[in-house]
């Protein structure tokens, strides 16, 4: 089994910082990317930020210039950095994980559980 475990998340004063943490553990091959998605009430996930394992990173526009992902390939974990945050970015944020486990040997998407982001006004 595989297993995505987030940490990080809470409350924060618009402007201010918070870091996200997402670890992958279990039976892994191979990961080929990881990123950060966002949901919030009634609304559909919507990604956030993307990172190949060659380092690669796309954002969305809303949060460009803003949030930074990176990742520790030796231990299976990417972060997502987010300043100067804003009330909107309040949501839940999951960690999700493109990779090939040693169970089924074929390239299948992971998700976290999940953690609480508030930024408040």
């Known amino acids: 089994q595989v297993q995505l475990v987030e940490s990080g998340g809470g409350l924060v004063q618009a402007g201010g910082s918070l870091k996200l943490s997402c670890a992958a553990s279990?039976?892994?091959?191979?990961?080929?990317?990881m990123g950060w998605y966002r949901q919030t009430p009634g609304k559909q996930r919507d990604v956030v930020a993307i990172?190949?394992?060659?380092?690669?990173?796309n954002y969305a526009d809303s949060v460009k210039g803003r949030f930074t992902i990176s990742r520790d390939n030796a231990k299976n974990t990417v972060y997502l950095q987010m300043s100067s945050l804003k009330p909107e970015d309040t949501a839940v944020y999951y960690c999700?994980?493109?990779?090939?486990?040693?169970?089924?040997?074929?390239?299948?998407?992971?998700w976290g559980q999940g953690t609480q982001v508030t930024g408040s006004s």
């Open positions: 999700y994980a493109w990779l090939v486990s040693g169970a089924t040997m074929i390239p299948t998407g992971y």
């Open positions: 279990g039976s892994i091959r191979r990961i080929n990317s």
């Open positions: 990172i190949t394992n060659g380092g690669t990173t």
